[in-house]
């Protein structure tokens, strides 16, 4: 999204959107205390991005830059509660900001990633975990999340591609919706989840209404749970 639409988009949102948004992050806060917020890189480089190109020679072997990098130094940063988890498989951000207040950079990446991507994470003492062979393996890295930084709760901020991978794998429990009253239309539009369609002869992902919240100025919140089939037993 340019700046122009950016702009355009947040000037149609009612008065009651920040303080709807805080009271959301508030509620998720108290009952699932997340320790990892999840991006995609397409919320920081356009779609058609290529992989950051890198100066310089790396001292590390293919091996060494595939293995999960994790500094000492940013896990033990003073203040240091949270991740702010981004999918950069292809290596296409440059970061400016590598932590802000609680919050630190954790990237996920695959085998594929390019090296010297790799080697300037490690550089610039970012964290990463690598998960996946071709692409981020979504599953392996929340697993990995969970076994390597003892994290048990993330909500995703992404866009729809990345939503929609999520929910297509079984990975999301609720879904939290804030509807603006406003119609945009048309064919290609984004949505909440988009990404892989719906395989012939599978269902639509059932959910449950858990709350229901609105705004005078006809701002909605919703919030669903995300319904498992059941297993019979051996």
């Known amino acids: 999204m340019g700046e122009a639409a950016s702009r355009t988009w947040r000037g149609m949102m009612p008065a009651s959107a920040d303080g709807v948004e805080e009271g959301r992050t508030a509620e998720l806060a108290e009952r699932w205390s997340p320790q990892a917020v999840l991006e995609g890189s397409g919320s920081f480089v356009a779609d058609s991005a290529d992989p950051v190109e890198h100066l310089g020679e790396y001292d590390e072997s293919i091996e060494e830059l ?17 991740w702010f988890t981004v999918v950069d498989g292809r290596g296409r951000i440059a970061w400016d900001v590598k932590s802000q207040g609680e919050y630190d950079v ?16 490690r550089r610039e003492r970012i964290a990463y975990l690598v998960a996946g062979e071709d692409k981020v393996d979504l599953d392996a890295a929340l697993r990995k999340m969970y076994d390597v930084l003892e994290v048990t709760c993330v909500v995703s901020t992404a866009g729809g591609g990345l939503n929609g991978e ?4 079984g990975l999301v429990d609720e879904i939290h919706l804030v509807i603006s009253p406003a119609i945009i239309g048309g064919l290609g539009t984004p949505t909440a989840f988009d990404g892989p369609e719906l395989p012939a002869g599978q269902a639509p992902t059932p959910v449950r209404l858990l709350s229901t919240h609105i705004e005078k ?13 059941e297993t019979s037993g051996a």
Request: charged content about 25%; glycine content about 10%; aromatic content about 8%.
């Open 217 to 229: 100025d006809g701002l909605i919140w919703l919030g669903y749970e995300v319904v498992r089939k």
């Open 106 to 121: 954790l990237v996920l990446v695959s085998r594929a990633t390019p090296a010297a991507h790799l080697a300037y994470l």
């Open 66 to 82: 595939q293995g999960d990098f994790l500094p000492v130094e940013v896990g033990r940063r003073p203040g240091r509660e949270k």
């Open 166 to 169: 999520l929910l297509r794998a």
